[in-house]
């Protein structure tokens, strides 16, 4: 998609768009041309309104301001139903007006091809049907729509034909209406998948983390109040929860980045809330973080030494004052080889794996601290079907182990298909609480409106 | 390997591309550029006096160019090795009365330590203000090199004058604490060795040592270091100190291996330079090392050219104005380049 609005050059091929060639685009000629893109993080200036954003991304930004110009605007807004007050500020709109925001901006620019880059990632069930029925409003006004999706049921469901991509080529592309979802799956990761997702064991009864009323201490993100839960050995807990509700903060205050404002957090009969990270992590608790680019790994660094960054409390390289260079790349190597990250050794970059290898490898090295219990934050963002699949099957076995799990994820499906129970996480409170085997609509409701039904 | 050609043939060109400006100055000039740069080159690579003028010029550079070196990996911008310099020599001299009791073979390393130590202190005032107050660094280490120098020129005017009392200089330092010419009748001292086994030592500290490491992580990405339990806070003391005390050796270095005597402008900007010694060294210990050479010997041959071709040495430091520039936009296309990286990286579905 790069390619396709000019961002990379082709290295060879073309392009052929509404019956012009082109061999290389731009960024210009390509809105110049009539194709719009949203990106997955949207750029917008915060401090503008609405109106005053889709005119900076105009061709005319005066012209865009004027009565006319505004009136073009509310026309739009009215004829595919982007529902949003464009005098509006956009610090103020939640995640989904926001996007719209972004759709109006490519639309009113005249884009004829919208390319969409993981538009539900960030959004509720209910908001993510709201899109989709936009789109098809707009399918039907003549707008070609290109929408990049890891969400095979989402793929199927809005798309007239499914295109997948596997390591840079196309698998497989066909109507949609005539391919199976395990057509689709097993296409993008090149084999059969296993059916049914992990298959999980039955929890123990030991309590392993206790967590007792605790709360942010304060920052600039969503706080937590008041939240506890106990999490048994063997047991997965999934915190379900739209992007902003608080999981920044809770994975923080869990993991030991930042220190709880109150409350107790008991791991074993052992209270660690005065504990760091480091500490944490010698006394069992292991932390995947939910951005492995900013968070987990240091990309100009080898990754013998990003092994360093997660592992160094447990003092296993130090001999005396030097580090254990051999040690480190040796266990360095036996996580490459088991994880199968393809194509690397220690002494490769952080920043030159792809993103699924990166997530195996910050994975490899967390579970290889031999933890008890597990805080994992979004896993699997932005990872193929295959590493999804490998991410799971490895915190099934954890449990199976007698381990534990906190998963913390924006991805309903992934919370779903993994979790012993699912606590809903919404404005900082737990709103919600299911079983295993809850149904999807019940959940995205308690997500979008912070009441159980 | 394409990479290590590539930053192997740009190191090379630095060299070689400031010697072409030096000749197109010198010719603006209306002077001989042949001249000029033949005795650039024999008054700092011709022979053993030529050598020998290179190392001591290179020495402060060296000690100085590590110690910033560490500050920036850490993601510390110290600035005040020019200050830090100073505090070294200053406190050296202070107690050298003190000092110079002690046998030779004890008085240079307490003279060290006393060096290190104050430099550390005028480096822990800049940490302090960072940490505890959210002062920028990069302010409060450039006010702090004007205080450490009118200080140093206040002393020498007043409390550490000279015995007779006439002129602005201190006394000479106790023999017992000058250090020992290695090759005489060259100016070759020992603290040239000191400062080549001080590269070797912050080498093993950067990238053999776990404290090395967390320091470099947190210069790295601040972000990923917290969330490995790294205290970026304590980090920042460590390289501030570490900066500080290989700063204030430097000074003691020139102090008690050239001047033997501190005096007002005691540093020609050393500290300054020092920090073109370590972007240009690309913040390694050995690239700072063969920067620290290169500039010590355009400063070294600066002064042959002034006094056998006539030429005015500010030639050189413009010479040293354009390599800062360059080595700065390089590093800042290689940031963009990382950075192009991690945006590709967020992008991948």
């Given at each position: 998609?790069n390619?396709a609005f000019?961002?990379v050059r082709?290295?060879?091929?073309?392009?052929?768009?509404?019956?012009r060639?082109y061999?290389?685009?731009?960024p210009?000629?390509?809105?110049?041309?009539g194709?719009?893109?949203v990106?997955q993080h949207?750029?917008?200036?915060?401090?503008?309104?609405?109106a005053e954003?889709?005119?900076l991304?105009?061709?005319d930004y005066?012209?865009?301001?004027?009565p006319?110009?505004?009136?073009?605007?509310?026309t739009?807004?009215?004829?595919?139903?982007l529902?949003v007050?464009?005098?509006?500020?956009?610090e103020d709109l939640?995640v989904?007006?926001?996007q719209?925001?972004e759709?109006?901006k490519?639309l009113?620019?005249?884009?004829r091809?919208?390319?969409?880059d993981?538009?539900?990632?960030v959004?509720?069930?209910?908001?993510?049907?709201?899109?989709?029925?936009?789109l098809?409003?707009?399918?039907?006004?003549?707008?070609?729509?290109?929408l990049i999706?890891?969400k095979?049921?989402?793929?199927l469901d809005?798309?007239?034909r499914?295109t997948?991509l596997?390591q840079?080529?196309?698998v497989?592309?066909?109507?949609?209406?005539e391919?199976?979802?395990a057509?689709?799956?097993?296409?993008?990761?090149g084999?059969?998948?296993?059916t049914?997702?992990?298959?999980?064991?039955?929890?123990g009864d030991?309590?392993l983390l206790?967590?007792?009323n605790?709360?942010?201490?304060?920052?600039?993100?969503?706080p937590?109040?008041?939240i506890?839960?106990?999490?048994?050995a063997?047991?997965?807990?999934?915190?379900a929860?739209v992007?902003?509700?608080?999981q920044t903060?809770?994975?923080?205050i869990?993991?030991?980045?930042t220190?709880p404002?109150g409350g107790s957090?008991?791991?074993?009969?052992?209270e660690?809330?005065p504990?760091?990270?480091?500490?944490?992590?010698?006394e069992?608790?292991?932390?995947?973080?939910?951005d492995r680019?900013?968070?987990a790994?240091?990309?100009e660094?080898?990754?013998?030494e990003n092994?360093l960054?997660?592992?160094?409390?447990?003092?296993?390289?130090s001999?005396?004052p030097?580090?254990?260079?051999?040690g480190?790349?040796?266990?360095?190597r036996?996580a490459?080889?088991a994880y199968g990250?393809?194509?690397?050794?220690?002494?490769?970059l952080?920043?030159s794996l792809s993103?699924g290898?990166?997530?195996?490898?910050?994975?490899a090295?967390?579970?290889?601290?031999?933890?008890?219990?597990?805080?994992?934050?979004?896993?699997?963002?932005g990872?193929?079907v295959?590493?999804?699949?490998?991410?799971?099957a490895?915190l099934a076995?954890h449990c199976g182990?007698?381990?534990a799990?906190v998963?913390?994820s924006t991805?309903?499906?992934?919370?779903?298909?993994?979790?012993?129970?699912?606590?809903?996480?919404?404005r900082?409170?737990?709103?919600?609480e299911?079983?295993?085997?809850?149904r999807r609509?019940?959940?995205?409701?308690?997500?979008?409106?912070g009441?159980?039904? | 390997?394409?990479?290590?050609l590539?930053?192997?043939?740009g190191?090379?060109?630095f060299?070689?591309?400031?010697?072409?400006?030096?000749?197109?100055?010198i010719?603006?000039?209306g002077?001989?550029?042949?001249?000029?740069?033949?005795?650039?080159?024999?008054g700092s690579?011709?022979?053993?006096?030529?050598?020998a003028?290179?190392?001591?010029?290179?020495?402060?550079?060296?000690?100085a160019?590590?110690?910033?070196?560490?500050?920036f990996?850490?993601g510390?911008?110290?600035?005040?090795?020019?200050?830090?310099?100073?505090f070294?020599?200053?406190a050296?001299v202070?107690?050298?009365?003190?000092?110079g009791?002690l046998?030779a073979?004890a008085?240079?390393?307490a003279?060290?330590?006393v060096?290190?130590?104050a430099?550390g202190f005028?480096?822990?005032?800049p940490?302090?203000?960072r940490?505890?107050?959210g002062?920028q660094e990069?302010i409060?280490?450039?006010?702090l090199?004007f205080?450490?120098?009118?200080?140093?020129?206040?002393?020498?005017?007043g409390?550490?004058k000279?015995s007779?009392g006439?002129f602005?200089?201190?006394?000479?330092?106790p023999?017992s604490?000058?250090?020992?010419?290695l090759l005489?009748p060259t100016?070759?001292?020992?603290?040239?060795?000191?400062?080549v086994?001080a590269?070797?030592v912050?080498?093993?500290?950067?990238?053999?040592t776990?404290?090395?490491?967390q320091?470099?992580?947190v210069?790295?990405?601040?972000?990923?270091a917290?969330?490995a339990g790294?205290?970026?806070?304590?980090?920042v003391?460590e390289?501030?100190?570490?900066s500080g005390a290989?700063?204030?050796l430097?000074?003691a270095?020139?102090?008690?291996?050239?001047?033997?005597?501190l005096?007002e402008?005691?540093?020609?900007?050393y500290g300054y330079?020092?920090?073109?010694?370590?972007?240009?060294?690309?913040l390694?210990?050995?690239?700072?090392?063969?920067?620290?050479?290169l500039l010590?010997?355009?400063?070294a041959?600066?002064?042959?050219?002034q006094?056998?071709?006539g030429?005015s040495?500010?030639i050189?430091?413009?010479?040293?104005?354009?390599?800062i520039l360059?080595?700065?936009h390089?590093?800042a296309r290689?940031?963009?380049a990382t950075?192009?990286?991690?945006q590709?990286?967020?992008q991948?579905?």
């Open positions: 998609m390619v000019g961002f082709p290295d060879s091929g073309e392009i052929v768009f509404d019956g060639r061999a290389a685009m731009t210009q000629a390509a809105m110049a041309a194709i719009g893109m990106h949207f750029k917008l200036v915060e401090e503008f309104t609405v954003n889709v005119a991304g105009s061709a005066r012209e865009a301001l004027t006319s110009g505004q009136s073009r605007l509310r739009i807004i009215r004829d595919t139903g529902e007050d464009p005098r509006a500020r956009v939640p989904g007006l926001r719209r925001v759709i109006l490519a009113f620019r005249g884009s091809l919208l390319i969409l993981e538009p539900t990632a959004l509720t069930p209910q908001e993510t049907e709201e899109l989709f029925r936009v098809r409003r707009l399918r039907g006004q003549g707008t070609g729509i290109i999706t890891h095979l049921g989402e793929a809005i798309s007239d499914v997948v596997r840079g080529r196309c497989l592309s066909c109507p949609a209406a391919v199976q979802q057509r689709i799956a097993s296409a993008m990761v084999r059969d998948l296993l049914a997702g992990p298959v999980l064991p039955e929890p030991e309590v206790e967590v007792r605790i709360s942010s201490a304060g920052g600039d993100q969503q937590v109040l008041d506890s839960f106990t999490l048994r063997g047991e997965i807990l999934g915190i929860g992007e902003g509700n608080g903060a809770l994975a923080d869990l993991a030991g980045v220190p404002g957090l008991m791991l074993g009969d052992r660690i809330s504990l760091g990270v480091d500490g944490r992590l010698r069992g608790l292991s932390h995947i973080p939910g680019q900013t968070q790994l240091l990309l660094f080898p990754l013998w092994m960054l997660g592992r160094w409390p447990l003092g296993e390289f001999r005396g030097l580090l254990d260079v051999g480190l790349a040796e266990v360095t036996e490459i080889g990250i393809r194509g690397a050794t220690e002494r490769t952080a920043m993103g290898n990166q997530q195996r490898f910050v994975v090295r967390q579970m290889g601290a031999g933890p008890r219990v597990v805080v994992a934050v979004n896993p699997t963002r990872l193929d295959g590493a999804i699949e490998y991410v799971h490895r076995e182990r007698g381990g799990v998963l913390i991805d309903l499906d992934e919370v779903l298909a993994l979790s012993h129970r699912i606590l809903v996480l919404y900082g409170r737990v709103a919600a299911y079983p295993r085997g809850a609509e019940d959940v995205g409701l308690a997500m979008a409106t009441r159980a039904s | 390997m394409n990479g290590r590539g930053q192997l043939a190191t090379l060109a060299p070689l591309a400031g010697l072409a400006l030096i000749a197109g100055i010719l603006l000039g002077k001989s550029p042949a001249l000029g740069l033949a005795a650039l080159v024999s690579l011709g022979g053993a006096f030529a050598l003028e290179t190392a001591i010029r290179a020495c402060p550079l060296l000690l160019g590590l110690g910033v070196a560490v500050a990996r850490a510390v911008w110290n600035i005040g090795a020019e200050g830090q310099i100073y070294g020599a200053l050296v202070a107690l050298a009365p003190v000092l009791l046998p073979a008085a240079v390393p003279a060290f330590l060096a290190a130590a430099g005028w480096a822990w005032v940490a302090f203000l940490t505890r107050r002062v990069v409060s280490t450039i006010m090199n205080i450490a120098i009118q200080l140093v020129s206040w002393c020498v005017h409390p550490l000279e007779s006439q602005p200089y201190s006394d000479e330092i023999a604490l000058m250090l020992p010419r005489p100016r070759l001292h020992l603290g040239v060795l000191f400062a086994a590269a070797a912050v080498w093993v500290f950067l990238f053999r776990l404290r090395g490491f320091l470099r992580a210069g790295a990405s601040p972000e990923a917290a969330h790294i205290p970026t806070e304590r980090s003391w390289a501030m100190a570490v290989l700063a204030g430097a000074g270095v020139q102090l008690m291996g050239v001047s033997h005597i005096f402008k005691f540093s020609p900007g330079t020092a920090i073109a010694a370590a972007l240009l060294g690309g390694h210990p050995v690239g700072v090392a063969l920067a620290s050479g010590g010997a355009l400063e041959g600066a002064s042959a050219m006094r056998e071709a030429i040495t500010v050189v430091y413009l010479v040293q104005g354009v390599i360059s080595v700065a390089q590093a290689r940031r963009a950075e192009a990286i991690r590709r990286g967020a991948e579905v």
